[in-house]
């Protein structure tokens, strides 16, 4: 399991033994760097977006290794919640300096205590995978712009968070795009087609706006740069762009 969330959340190029935080992960688990490296390789060749790339994993793929793969897609929340307690029980266990403190994922302004507290920090956890995960996918740059200073990215998701629970924290279900970007996405001022071709709204295509015109009348009809891992899934693009056909103009 938390092999598995390793995976999603590292670039494809560091999975290798030589990675420190391979290093570490498998010292807390008890494997060695190259049995954890394996590992998430295995994973890898169950990844259609890096098979359609001409990539390929390693061929020892495990019955156990497809289990997780399967049911971790069917429920990310159990991913992310079930492997925090994992590695809080390792790092307890191990003596290990755990991870920074679940405050350090509230804001500085806010003072929640007791339930609230916990859930606002779980909240925080769960968004910090899904943009570790979508931001490694797109190897920490915005697929529409290819801007790679990451204070500007944004984990953009396609099925918005409100509108979806069960893909809340599927990295398919998220692009990297700029700022500018994630809020026109957020506001259906554009979208994609099935084969992730940008398209304007109506609204966007006629704006008077100079400096909008500029941004993006020049790529519409062009292809996103795909990821390395978890190409975005058809049928959350299609969700998307029928809210955004569906739009009233002025929203």
């Given amino acids: 399991m938390l092999a598995f969330k390793f995976y999603c959340e590292t670039?494809?190029?560091?999975?290798?033994?030589?990675?420190?935080n391979v290093i570490d992960l498998a010292k807390l688990i008890g494997r060695t760097p190259g049995a954890l490296a394996m590992k998430c390789v295995n994973f890898a060749s169950l990844d259609p977006a890096i098979r359609e790339s001409g990539r390929s994993g390693l061929g020892n793929v495990s019955a156990l290794d497809r289990a997780i793969w399967r049911d971790f897609h069917e429920n990310w929340n159990s991913l992310v919640e079930d492997c925090d307690l994992l590695l809080d029980h390792l790092h307890t266990r191990s003596g290990a300096s755990p991870a920074p403190p679940a405050d350090d994922l509230l804001p500085e302004d806010l003072d929640f205590t007791g339930e609230t507290r916990i859930g606002i920090v779980q909240q925080r956890v769960k968004q910090g995978f899904?943009?570790?995960s979508v931001l490694s996918s797109y190897?920490?740059?915005?697929?529409i712009s290819g801007i790679s200073d990451t204070r500007f990215l944004v984990a953009s998701h396609i099925v918005a968070w409100r509108d979806d629970a069960s893909i809340r924290l599927h990295p398919a279900n998220g692009l990297c795009l700029s700022t500018i970007h994630d809020k026109a996405f957020d506001k259906y001022l554009f979208s994609l087609t099935d084969e992730r071709i940008v398209i304007l709204s109506d609204e966007l295509r006629k704006t008077n706006d100079e400096f909008l015109r500029k941004l993006f009348l020049p790529i519409?009809?062009?292809?996103i740069f795909l990821p390395e891992k978890f190409a975005p899934e058809p049928a959350f693009i299609r969700r998307?762009?029928?809210k955004m056909l569906a739009t009233p103009r002025g929203t």
Avoid: S
């Fill in 11 to 20: 670039p494809f190029g560091q999975l290798h033994a030589k990675n420190k």
């Fill in 130 to 132: 899904f943009r570790r």
């Fill in 220 to 223: 519409e009809g062009l292809p």
């Fill in 240 to 242: 998307h762009r029928e």
């Fill in 139 to 143: 190897a920490n740059r915005c697929c």
